[in-house]
């Protein structure tokens, strides 16, 4: 079964902290997706990246960065936290070039920034 | 600039009445269409996906939605509601496999015994 697996489901930062969300797909995918869920907002794009080493921003990159070394793995980092970074973080992939551009998703980080 | 619009963001229904979800998309070139669920706590499932076969698609859990050029509408249906379909339900667009999706901001199904 295809799965992608988020390192860590809740977490509790403080403001200022650096903060690391981890990634990781079993499904040999190139595509893979930050988005955040905020209520009311639906899903926003922070960044995607189409390979190794590849990276692009999305709608809402601002205060975040993303590193792709190896291509099972997509770690979404916050340099300096913030109150207003407190969200759900939903790590996604999907194989490039496929013909319906479906999305795998993990279950999610959940994010308090205090 | 694809754009999708879910009307409603809180829909109630009775259990074993229909399940009715609004999604309106806006697209420049035939897209891609999807419907997802997320359940509390957890990520997102896909329902169904219309990718220019069918106009008629159905989906898991007894779910489908009907492909409506015209309408430019991609509106997700269930004859009746169970008490398990209660969740959250996204609509999302794109017009390949190599763009990323875009959702709607969501639709929140509540179902009444």
């Known amino acids: 079964d295809v799965k992608v697996t988020q390192s860590s489901r809740y977490l509790v930062k403080r403001t200022g902290e650096k903060v690391f969300l981890e990634c990781v797909q079993d499904?040999?995918?190139?595509?893979m997706f930050w988005y955040r869920q905020d209520p009311g907002l639906g899903l926003r794009l922070i960044y995607f990246?189409?390979?190794?080493?590849?990276?692009e921003k999305g709608d809402i990159p601002e205060g975040y960065s993303v590193s792709r070394e190896k291509k099972e793995r997509f770690s979404l980092i916050l340099e300096s936290a913030s109150t207003n970074q407190t969200s759900m973080y939903l790590c996604?992939?999907?194989?490039?070039?496929?013909?319906?551009?479906?999305?795998?998703f993990g279950e999610g980080s959940r994010l308090t920034v205090l | 600039a694809q754009s999708v619009t879910q009307l409603g963001s809180h829909v109630s229904v009775s259990e074993g009445a229909l399940v009715l979800l609004r999604c309106n998309y806006s697209?420049?070139?035939?897209?891609?269409l999807f419907w997802y669920v997320q359940y509390p706590n957890q990520g997102l499932q896909l329902l169904l996906k219309y990718t220019s076969a069918a106009t008629l698609v159905k989906g898991i859990n007894g779910f489908e939605a009907e492909f409506k050029k015209s309408e430019t509408s991609f509106h997700l249906t269930k004859p009746s509601a169970h008490m398990s379909d209660a969740a959250e339900y996204f609509c999302a667009v794109t017009y390949s496999g190599n763009t990323p999706l875009v959702f709607g901001k969501g639709t929140r199904l509540s179902v009444i015994a």
């Open positions: 990246s189409y390979d190794v080493k590849m990276k």
């Open positions: 697209s420049s070139v035939p897209p891609y």
């Open positions: 996604a992939s999907r194989k490039s070039g496929g013909n319906t551009g479906e999305l795998f």
């Open positions: 499904m040999d995918h190139e595509n």
